[in-house]
């Protein structure tokens, strides 16, 4: 319905923070370096916005590529990357924060619409798809993907909540 939420991690209760208007918004992140919440359109746009978390409102940051439909985002705090995931072809690409630019990272396999979260506790990349399936891919070893699950039923959306507290950026 084009709005963002907060959820309520005890009750699950939601609460209306605001409209962004976008269609088919799929992929949300946090960017913990610079405290800005993106959001990826999917289908209708392929493009690349910062959201506002008081309001809800969204500012088009760029185009992500013709036809690329990015649908998971995960920040890598240990590389300063703004991480996506297309679906279907399971590419992954470091997105800029500043013109949504893409550039190519690995391929480690295909998935079918999927979530993406990155473990900072581990430095391992979580992808979890429509299909059932929950990966691990390990930037250490060129990006390498394990399939760690399969059968789990239908999922879109991911997120990793970390056992430590993330440090903050290191201007360079």
Not at 17 to 44: K, M, N, P, R, W
Not at 72 to 92: I, N, P, T
């Amino acid at each position: 319905n084009a709005n963002l939420y907060t959820l309520n991690r005890n009750t699950g209760a939601a609460t209306l923070v605001g409209a962004h208007g976008i269609t088919d918004l799929f992929g949300l992140e946090f960017d913990t370096s610079t405290g800005t919440l993106y959001g990826t359109q999917f289908v209708g746009g392929s493009n690349l916005y910062r959201l506002s978390t008081g309001t809800g409102a969204a500012t088009l940051v760029g185009n992500v590529g013709n036809g690329i439909g990015i649908g998971g985002l995960a920040y890598d705090s240990k590389r300063g990357q703004l991480v996506g995931v297309e679906d279907g072809s399971g590419q992954l690409f470091n997105v800029n924060r500043s013109t949504a630019a893409l550039t190519a990272i690995a391929s480690p396999g295909n998935n079918n619409d999927s979530g993406l979260a990155y473990d900072y506790d581990a430095d391992l990349f979580y992808n979890y798809d429509w299909s059932g399936n929950f990966f691990r891919i390990d930037p250490s070893a060129g990006y390498a993907r394990t399939r760690l699950f399969t059968g789990t039923g239908s999922h879109d959306g991911l997120a990793y909540v970390g056992t430590t507290v993330q440090p903050p950026a290191v201007p360079e």
